[in-house]
């Protein structure tokens, strides 16, 4: 199976059986979008989702969070991780937000990863998911569902497997990609225990056939 033809059989795999694929991040807006990412950094969504609503009931837009002292934020945060850390992130994002952006939340992922706490990922996420930019935001699932599937081959970095990956998605489906192979990985393909009997892409899986080769020999 050439490469072109693993894509079209997952693209065409996604696009049935996952026709609708969001963020799990509660938010709306691109303030609190990016809030939420930036706290979902080795976090949870279902945790930064229970801390967001309080936090963002507080500071619900960029003017507010600037005004902020780091602890008066670290105080709705502390049950994530790195709380310091993300509460002096979210402080400095959003008065660099107000000072040079007007308060609004930049759609260029470039402009976006200006902003503290915001890498690549982030500022692809926020991209994506908010202003449909054809740019991939590859996680730990992204990174291991790609590989495993075959998608990305020798892949050591995550930008090398985002640029594999955004080679052959069609642009225009590149931000729902993005959350097709991280809810894949999430609930099936997993890292510790891939639920490969309940996997729509095993006949073409790499992993699955390699693992099945080394069960025979």
Known sequence: MTTRERYRKTIEYFSVNMPIAETELSYSDPFELIVAV???????????????????????????????????????IKSCSYPNNKAKHLVAMAKMLVSEFGGVVPSDPSEL?????????????????????????????????????????????????????TTYIPQSMIHKAHHWLILHGRYVCKARAPLCSECGLREFCRYYTEKNRQTYV
Request: aromatic share 4%; net charge positive; hydrophobic share 45%.
């Open 38 to 76: 930036i706290l979902s950094a080795q976090c949870t969504d279902k945790r930064v989702n229970m801390i967001t609503p309080a936090l963002l009931e507080r500071y619900p837009d960029a003017e507010s969070m600037a005004k902020a002292e780091q602890p008066e934020v670290l105080e709705f």
């Open 113 to 165: 990863q200006r902003l503290p706490g915001v890498g690549r990922k982030t500022a692809n996420v926020v991209a994506s998911v908010v202003y449909n930019k054809p740019v991939m935001a590859v996680d730990t699932h992204v990174f291991r569902v790609a590989a495993r599937i075959g998608l990305t081959r020798n892949a050591r970095t995550p930008l090398s497997a985002e640029l594999q990956l």
